[in-house]
């Protein structure tokens, strides 16, 4: 095993084994590069929000006043700036990406069955009125010698990560397939499939005012497309209850 410590391995990735008692530490730079990166991106989108939240507490601040509220009584002193740092955060998506939320948890994996991970919460902001929408996310993806990663059998967890909290405006329509695009240009799966069904809170605070209403949306790639049994077993085992 020693005769393989002064070993290179590839020839984008340049790893470094340093031996003890048979075994070799394995330090990869392209992946310390990485992290390097996302630090720095993680800084330079704090120093930009930092920079921003005078103008957005300013914006809430001249809301409340518009809306009649006495915004120096004690109850809305801070209420600008909270407001200010929640629509931030809320809208953190705008700065990431799919291969920062994946975070390098994609594998290699001689699996072709069905993967399906159903009954994830899910919220976002309605961008016609800025008001919340929630509900679940079933996915469902067939992988091509590629898998996204299990921390446990029950707990999918980067799968929730793209689905938990869609930190940036959408309609639930354009949000079904920007999951379904963004899994399968991550993981270049022989289909994905994606349903949400979700409540409007647009809907049911003002509007129709319909408490029960539930909306359905889905999209289809690959073989889910294209072939109808494929289709009819996910929609039947993600609709079990």
Known sequence: MNSHCNGKVGETAVEEFHCNNGFSDRIIDTKKSAVVHRKHETSRKEAEDQSRLPALEAAYTSILRHLGEDTDREGLLRTPLRAAKAIQFLTKGYHETIEDILNNAIFDEDHDEMVIVKD?????????????????????????????????????????????????????????????????????????????????????????????????????????????????EFLALTMRA
């Open 120 to 232: 994830i919460d899910v919220f976002s902001l309605c961008e016609h009125h800025l008001v919340p929408f929630y509900g679940k996310v079933h996915i469902g993806y067939i992988p091509n010698k590629k898998v996204v990663g299990l921390s446990k059998l029950h707990h999918h967890k980067p799968l929730k990560e793209i689905t938990a909290s869609i930190p940036f405006l959408s309609v639930q329509e354009r949000l079904t397939k920007q999951i379904a695009v963004g899994i399968s240009e991550a993981l270049q799966p022989k289909g994905v499939a994606v349903v949400i069904e979700a409540a409007h809170m647009c809907m049911v605070m003002r509007g129709v005012q319909k408490m029960n209403s539930r909306t359905m949306t889905s999209t289809m790639l690959g073989v889910y497309l294209e072939d109808p049994k494929t289709r009819e």
